[in-house]
């Protein structure tokens, strides 16, 4: 220690302001301590009781916040416990209204519909309706939209508020996707992502549930690098968060595009691992899924009788857990392998049956594709007839839709080679490779 006196060189730096004063007092306690030892004794003591002063005080602070945050816990806890409560009741009161009236009475409400429970009933709903009635899904979502925008920050917390407004805001995109509004859709997910890049999410899994639908927009646009980024990331974070299901769905999900692109030896191999994801999962639909996209996969190669055994290897209750859209996929598929085996008969039925279901629910692109199949039938009968009455209903059915110039091209072609008797199964295939890659993805699994 230092026991020299302060000199005059040291007293001007202080006041020069080249040093701080508190150098100064400690050249004075060295100093100090070094001439008395009892002085020195002292001050180290006052220092150790500040010290653990000032450590019991922190502990206080933080035993403070603790309780704060419990309480906080407590009471948002026993707000969701009456908002369960109360979810019946309030759903029960938009039963049988139209979506303008629900939207009205969900607007003008003071004291109902304030509830993340409420918007998150509206946001399963509009999942269930999605691919079956997409406009009554996007309906669902301006609700939940209505709903989170009336959720209290301060009862409910910023962070559960923020997650469910970027699922709404998603899904609501995702429903635009599927009515076909490509350029709504993507706008909606340049607000979004602009708005997390301020605000990241940190929940992985709902990252990955937003990176999942934005993948399914770049799909449909064709941008299968951008898509496939996503699907990639998607992955990883369903693997942090180890959602199982979410990483099997992922896959199929790539398998999809996989199969767009013409690639049905590398879907069946993701498909593969989908499979091998998703074993020990309660999903249902995702199996039956996995099971339908790889028959198609199989059909697309040619291994009719794998495709046949995919489906029979699927649980006899399987049936009862599928969408009406995944009834008629099953029926269209079934054809499919029928035509394939050379039960050209039961070819007929089956995809005669789901054309018609198509075209009942206006899904022109999936009956343009039945079509091709039920004029592979016809061209198997040699009923040259039947062929040419089909193409031109398919073709007139189409050119009343906004379709893609290239769909509406081939089937085009379809008719001029029907009508020339100059189809072959070749041509079909090339028609409906054509008509594969113009038409949007459907669903995989919820």
């Given at each position: 220690?230092?026991?020299?006196?302060?000199?005059?060189?040291?007293?001007?730096?202080?006041?020069?302001?080249?040093?701080?004063?508190?150098?100064?007092?400690?050249?004075?306690?060295?100093?100090?301590?070094?001439?008395?030892p009892?002085?020195g004794?002292?001050?180290?003591?006052?220092?150790?009781?500040?010290?653990?002063?000032?450590?019991?005080?922190?502990?206080?602070?933080?035993?403070?916040?603790?309780?704060?945050?419990?309480?906080?816990?407590?009471?948002?806890?026993?707000?969701?416990?009456?908002?369960?409560r109360?979810?019946?009741?309030?759903?029960?009161?938009?039963?049988?209204?139209?979506?303008?009236?629900?939207?009205?009475?969900?607007?003008?409400?003071?004291?109902?519909?304030?509830?993340p429970?409420?918007?998150?009933?509206?946001?399963?709903?509009?999942?269930?309706?999605?691919?079956?009635?997409?406009?009554?899904?996007?309906?669902?979502?301006?609700?939940?939209?209505?709903?989170?925008?009336?959720?209290?920050?301060?009862?409910?917390?910023?962070?559960?508020?923020?997650?469910?407004a970027?699922?709404?805001?998603?899904?609501?995109?995702?429903?635009?996707?599927?009515?076909?509004?490509?350029?709504?859709?993507?706008?909606?997910?340049?607000?979004?992502?602009?708005?997390?890049?301020?605000?990241?999410?940190?929940?992985?899994?709902?990252?990955?549930?937003?990176?999942?639908?934005?993948?399914?927009?770049?799909?449909?646009?064709?941008?299968?690098?951008?898509?496939?980024h996503?699907?990639?990331?998607?992955?990883?974070?369903?693997?942090?968060?180890?959602?199982?299901?979410?990483?099997?769905?992922?896959?199929?999900?790539?398998?999809?595009?996989?199969?767009?692109?013409?690639?049905?030896?590398?879907a069946?191999?993701?498909?593969?691992?989908?499979?091998?994801?998703?074993?020990?999962?309660?999903?249902?639909r995702?199996?039956?899924?996995?099971?339908?996209?790889?028959?198609?996969c199989?059909?697309?190669?040619?291994?009719?009788?794998?495709?046949?055994?995919?489906?029979?290897?699927?649980?006899?209750?399987?049936?009862?857990?599928?969408?009406?859209?995944?009834?008629?996929?099953?029926?269209?598929?079934?054809?499919?392998?029928?035509?394939?085996?050379?039960?050209?008969?039961?070819?007929?039925?089956?995809?005669?049956?789901?054309?018609?279901?198509?075209?009942?629910?206006?899904?022109?692109?999936?009956?343009?594709?039945?079509?091709?199949?039920?004029?592979?039938?016809?061209?198997?009968?040699?009923?040259?007839?039947?062929?040419?009455?089909?193409?031109?209903?398919?073709?007139?059915?189409?050119?009343?839709?906004?379709?893609?110039?290239?769909?509406?091209?081939?089937?085009?072609?379809?008719?001029?080679?029907?009508?020339t008797?100059?189809?072959?199964?070749?041509s079909?295939?090339?028609?409906?490779?054509?008509?594969?890659?113009?038409?949007?993805?459907?669903?995989?699994?919820?």
């Amino acid at each position: 220690m230092p026991s020299g006196h302060i000199t005059v060189f040291q007293i001007l730096e202080v006041l020069e302001g080249n040093r701080s004063p508190d150098h100064l007092l400690r050249l004075g306690l060295d100093h100090l301590h070094a001439l008395c030892p009892e002085c020195g004794e002292q001050h180290r003591k006052a220092q150790a009781l500040y010290q653990r002063r000032r450590a019991r005080a922190e502990r206080g602070q933080y035993a403070a916040a603790f309780r704060r945050l419990e309480q906080a816990t407590q009471a948002k806890e026993a707000r969701l416990r009456e908002d369960q409560r109360r979810l019946a009741r309030e759903m029960s009161r938009l039963n049988g209204l139209s979506d303008a009236e629900r939207q009205a009475k969900i607007q003008n409400a003071r004291t109902l519909y304030r509830s993340p429970l409420v918007a998150e009933r509206l946001l399963e709903e509009a999942r269930q309706l999605l691919f079956e009635t997409p406009a009554r899904a996007l309906g669902r979502l301006d609700e939940a939209q209505l709903v989170v925008q009336r959720l209290a920050t301060e009862v409910y917390g910023a962070s559960l508020c923020e997650e469910l407004a970027a699922r709404v805001q998603a899904h609501r995109a995702n429903a635009l996707r599927v009515l076909g509004e490509l350029r709504g859709a993507e706008a909606l997910w340049a607000t979004l992502r602009a708005h997390l890049e301020e605000q990241p999410l940190t929940d992985p899994q709902l990252c990955a549930e937003l990176d999942s639908l934005e993948a399914s927009l770049q799909q449909d646009m064709r941008q299968f690098p951008a898509a496939e980024h996503l699907l990639r990331r998607a992955e990883a974070a369903y693997r942090r968060a180890d959602v199982t299901p979410g990483v099997g769905k992922v896959l199929v999900q790539r398998a999809l595009m996989q199969q767009l692109q013409g690639q049905p030896e590398k879907a069946l191999d993701t498909l593969g691992k989908a499979k091998e994801w998703s074993q020990s999962a309660n999903q249902p639909r995702l199996h039956e899924a996995i099971a339908h996209n790889r028959a198609l996969c199989l059909c697309d190669t040619g291994r009719f009788v794998e495709a046949e055994a995919e489906l029979a290897a699927l649980p006899k209750g399987a049936q009862q857990t599928l969408s009406a859209e995944q009834q008629q996929l099953r029926l269209w598929l079934a054809g499919r392998i029928a035509l394939g085996r050379g039960r050209l008969e039961e070819a007929e039925g089956c995809v005669g049956e789901a054309r018609n279901q198509f075209i009942g629910q206006r899904r022109f692109h999936s009956a343009a594709l039945a079509s091709l199949d039920l004029a592979g039938v016809y061209l198997a009968q040699g009923r040259t007839y039947e062929v040419k009455r089909l193409a031109l209903q398919t073709l007139r059915a189409f050119e009343e839709q906004s379709v893609a110039p290239e769909s509406a091209r081939a089937l085009r072609l379809f008719l001029e080679a029907a009508s020339t008797e100059s189809l072959t199964l070749e041509s079909l295939t090339e028609f409906r490779r054509t008509l594969e890659l113009a038409r949007r993805p459907t669903p995989t699994a919820s």
